[in-house]
């Protein structure tokens, strides 16, 4: 089977570059160097149609960039996304609209000057997926898909709440038709009863239209729930990538273990707290060799030098430590 | 806390867009005493050929016998001159209604030209960035450290008088602030998640700048419109009455102030005082209203 | 003994151009010393606003109407506004989600941990000031904490500006500390970290702490009493274990059910219906009663009273939720 989605050895910097002062003073011999972060580094996935992926990292991790290089907001720097659509027609949208993305702000991801039926319809209409005359019906069809009525229409995003706003996102999204939908923390704003109406909804959504999912979130309480595979990703680089089973219960990557052991839980009741230590490093100047290796406590002179690479120690279950080599 | 009086008031004006504007409008009597004062003066100028007494540049009517009469007096034929008449025996009253009518016409109109210049440098400078975005910005910084008054007279000296040039001048010396304002409210609503949304959905750059950005950055070209164009206006007076701006067959305030200025000396007033106090209260009234937009939209006092 | 705390019947309004916005209306619940208390609501709840008006912080249009906080014995509501200040960042201490509220931007840390100990107790030298700053600052695990001091708050990562924002907080050997999302902006592995330096602080120190927080597992892990607020009231309170076990008021068992890992994996979540309602038109009877699986008739009508049950749970609710 194809995947749906292929990502090869995609890598994506931001380059801070030195203004005309900086350059000025580098000729009278300062050392000023241009800023690179590598926000994505190397990482290379599959996901297959009916999957739903999730990717977990803490701030920093590079999760957001990976999922807008996949949705086709950012170019990658190094290396290739590719989507093959599982179901190709002639007179069907474009690839490029298959991938659609659901964002973290319900507050700023709806334009404010918009009507709802505008915000749902815009996109279809400019590709001629459906004609000006049939706007309204569509967007009630949409509207009704995520619970909404069409009572929304003519109504701006302000007068909704940040749930239904997130509805309206996704209806959005919705409306071209699209067969990976990469969510980029998309119920971390919400509150708490109103998440789990939003993450029921993603469910639904899957079992009706055939969706596939890119789930990115920090929440690995939300990922556990979801997911089928899981990616955990730490300072721009994939650690380890997992079956759901395997994650939650043979998880290999010292990393994984520190994050899954600091998550809040409801089954655990009172505890006393026994945090990995340190800081998140910068990704402006990222630890050499294994990226963890200052915060690990099984790291060796090893981690400090060679990156360790992403091996198969069990049948799809990944890790990068070199706690995994044989010798 | 915060988050709290805005639930509250989101409730309270999900009714109406306009009704929100106007009960945060309305917040400062000034503001809204300036908004009356400067929707009559907008009045008058529109229709100043009907609500003037008098066609102060209608030859058949103007007297050159009546010349320099006193507020308040009466001619042989009992006209009333309210506010005195000038050197040529026109009315006052009527030469200042026309006067704020082209004064204000040439404001508003080199306002809006250098809007829609500026807005579009500035907006593609910020959507597209990189080298095009440093050229322009580097041109507005250059034009921003000239004086606008001396920009102005340079210009007029190249070209010469007239009003075409005269607007082609202050759109020179404003377009900049503009482009200024543009870009700096753009590059906040570019990085956005809504506009992010709108490249996933592959709508592409013209539509994205022109339905989804612009529309979010005009609160901030509105305010400065505003102030600008109280600028503009003054700075067009500032160059008819120095006689480099508008013709004499166009008599703006600034020319009227400046027709005056000969017979100040000779105790004849009001020539010069009463288009002086009307170009003041316009430009007043016009700042207080520019104000309270620019108050109404800063997110920092947004109680 | 005493609590250290002892907030009865709070009741703080905003008076706003569209009406009375009750945000706080009927809040009772105590602190005893060393004890760490969970406030627990969604956005509006009205959580925040009660540890505002303990702290005296509640700005117009808003006004405590009505209710004692009694700290120590002491009804801070009848204190003049001088003495509440007094009383801030010595006795009762702030932190909040956003470590920039408390850190001044331009100020080394050092100047103002000193300046923090020195306002409240000026016969403190400034050496003696510098070292309990310099220990502070080792308490909440902050390494090399001498080089530190002399840094400016923005050359520190998110987890160390709140780890900052505590050891000021902590400087004055607080009787109360009011801790409002204290970790929410964190990532997993740095919220573990302060949650360990502020459950081993309040253990050294006795320092009552009340942990507001929209997070439900967190103050489950930490706290030995929850609240849960839910529109200006407090409608279920009781001891951890008895309130996550067993809850009783269909919210909080509402709230718990909907929580992912509590639910079999592919599994719909439950949920709650409906949206928290807006404060200004609260119905008469229970403000949950539009969203609730068990409402009754009387539940339209007039709102539950408090009762206090057998295992130290205080309720409000006509048709509790009974556990199998």
């Known amino acids: 089977m194809t995947p749906l989605l292929t990502v090869s050895n995609v890598s994506r910097d931001f380059i801070k570059s030195l203004d005309l002062v900086a350059k000025f003073l580098n000729r009278l011999g300062q050392d000023h160097r241009e800023e690179i972060v590598h926000a994505v580094d190397d990482v290379s996935l599959e996901v297959f149609k009916g999957e739903v992926v999730g990717i977990v990292g803490e701030s920093g991790c590079g999760k957001s960039t990976l999922g807008k290089m996949v949705a086709g907001i950012l170019t990658p720097s190094e290396g290739q996304v590719r989507f093959e659509s599982a179901n190709k027609s002639d007179d069907g949208p474009p690839d490029d609209l298959k991938t659609q ?109 055939d969706l596939t999912y890119l789930f990115i979130s920090h929440d690995i309480g939300v990922i556990e729930h979801i997911s089928d595979r899981v990616i955990v990703m730490y300072l721009g680089r994939i650690v380890e990538t997992a079956p759901i089973e395997a994650f939650v219960e043979q998880p290999n990557h010292p990393y994984t273990k520190a994050l899954l052991e600091g998550v809040p839980r409801l089954e655990i009741g009172q505890r006393d707290y026994e945090p990995v230590s340190g800081e998140i490093p910068s990704p402006l100047d990222p630890p050499s060799g294994c990226h963890f290796h200052p915060r690990c406590k099984h790291s060796t002179e090893r981690c400090k030098t060679v990156r360790p690479a992403l091996i198969e120690i069990a049948p799809d279950h990944f890790s990068a430590c070199h706690l995994n080599d044989s010798d | 806390m915060a988050e709290v009086t805005a639930n509250a008031q989101s409730q309270a004006y999900s009714s109406s867009g306009w009704r929100k504007f106007w009960a945060d409008y309305s917040e400062s009597p000034l503001a809204v005493v300036a908004l009356l004062i400067f929707g009559s003066i907008l009045f008058i100028a529109i229709f100043a050929p009907f609500v003037s007494p008098t066609n102060p540049y209608d030859l058949t009517t103007v007297d050159i016998m009546n010349s320099r009469l006193p507020p308040g007096s009466e001619d042989f034929a009992g006209n009333i001159y309210l506010l005195g008449t000038d050197g040529a025996g026109r009315d006052m009253l009527s030469s200042i209604f026309f006067g704020l009518r082209v004064s204000l016409g040439v404001g508003a109109l080199s306002g809006l030209i250098a809007l829609i210049v500026g807005a579009i440098l500035g907006l593609s400078a910020a959507y597209y960035g990189g080298r095009y975005e440093t050229f322009v910005m580097r041109i507005v910084d250059i034009q921003l450290s000239f004086p606008s008054i001396l920009m102005a007279l340079v210009i007029l000296a190249i070209f010469g008088k007239g009003v075409e040039k005269t607007i082609i001048a202050l759109i020179l010396v404003q377009w900049a602030y503009y482009a200024r304002a543009a870009r700096a409210s753009a590059l906040v609503e570019k990085n956005k998640e809504y506009v992010e949304a709108a490249k996933c959905l592959a709508l592409g750059d013209r539509r994205i700048i022109l339905n989804h950005i612009t529309p979010n950055c005009m609160a901030p070209l509105i305010v400065v419109g505003t102030l600008q164009t109280a600028h503009a206006i003054s700075l067009e007076a500032t160059l008819s009455f120095l006689g480099l701006g508008l013709p004499v067959t166009e008599p703006s305030l600034g020319l009227l102030i400046g027709n005056g200025f000969e017979f100040m000396y000779s105790g004849d007033y009001w020539i010069s005082i009463f288009p002086g106090i009307a170009l003041l209260i316009t430009i007043v009234s016009i700042n207080l209203v520019g104000d309270q937009l620019r108050d109404m939209f800063n997110p920092r006092l947004q109680r | 003994m005493a609590p250290i705390l002892d907030v009865r019947n709070l009741q703080t309004h905003f008076f706003t151009k569209s009406g009375v916005l009750k945000a706080v209306d009927g809040v009772s619940f105590q602190i005893g010393a060393g004890e760490i208390v969970g406030l627990v609501g969604e956005s509006g709840s009205g959580k925040s606003i009660t540890g505002f008006s303990i702290l005296g912080l509640v700005d117009a249009p808003g006004r405590i109407v009505g209710g004692e906080i009694l700290f120590k014995g002491n009804d801070l509501t009848k204190l003049p506004a001088t003495d509440i200040q007094k009383m801030r960042g010595s006795r009762i201490a702030m932190i909040f989600q956003d470590p920039m509220m408390t850190l001044n931007p331009v100020l080394r840390i050092e100047t103002q941990m000193t300046e923090a100990i020195q306002t409240h107790d000026s016969s403190v030298s400034k050496d003696e000031a510098r070292r309990r700053s310099r220990d502070a600052l080792g308490m909440v695990g902050i390494s090399s904490p001498d080089e530190r001091m002399r840094a400016y708050p923005h050359q520190f990562s998110g987890g160390m500006r709140q780890r900052v924002s505590i050891a000021i907080a902590m400087l004055n050997r607080p009787d109360l500390i009011i801790a409002d999302e204290p970790t929410t902006a964190l990532d997993v592995t740095i919220q573990g970290q302060v949650i360990h330096e502020m459950q081993q602080l309040c253990r050294k120190t006795k320092t009552a702490l009340l942990w507001i927080t929209h997070d439900l597992a967190v103050v489950a892990g930490i706290s030995s009493r929850i609240c849960v607020m839910y529109a200006g009231r407090i409608v279920e309170q009781g001891p951890n274990d008895v309130l996550i076990g067993s809850p009783m008021h269909p919210y909080t068992n509402g709230l718990l059910r909907s929580v992912p890992s509590q639910n079999l994996r592919g599994q719909p979540l439950q949920q709650i219906e409906g949206i928290v309602p807006s404060l200004l038109n609260l119905p008469p009877g229970c403000a949950f009663e539009n969203r609730c699986g068990r409402a009754l008739a009387q539940c339209k009508q007039s709102a539950p009273e408090e009762t206090v049950m057998d295992d130290q749970r205080i309720l409000r609710c006509f048709n509790k939720v009974e556990q199998s």
């Not at chain 1, 993305?101 to 209409?125: C, G, H, Y």
């Not at chain 1, 003519?154 to 959005?172: K, N």
């Not at chain 1, 509150?191 to 239209?209: C, G, T």
């Open chain 1, 101 to 209: 993305m659901i964002f973290q702000d319900p507050f700023s991801s709806l334009n404010p000057r918009k009507k709802v039926i505008d915000i749902v319809t815009e996109a279809p209409i400019h590709h001629g997926l459906i004609k000006a005359s049939e706007k309204r019906e569509f967007a009630i069809e949409m509207l009704n898909r995520v619970g909404l009525d069409a009572e929304a229409l003519g109504r701006y995003p302000h007068q909704f709440s940040g749930g239904q706003r997130q509805r309206i996102g996704i209806a959005r999204a919705l409306a071209v038709s699209p067969e990976l939908l990469v969510c980029d923390e998309s119920i971390a704003a919400l509150d708490v009863s109103i998440q789990a109406q939003v993450l029921n909804l993603f469910a639904k959504l899957k079992q009706d239209y």
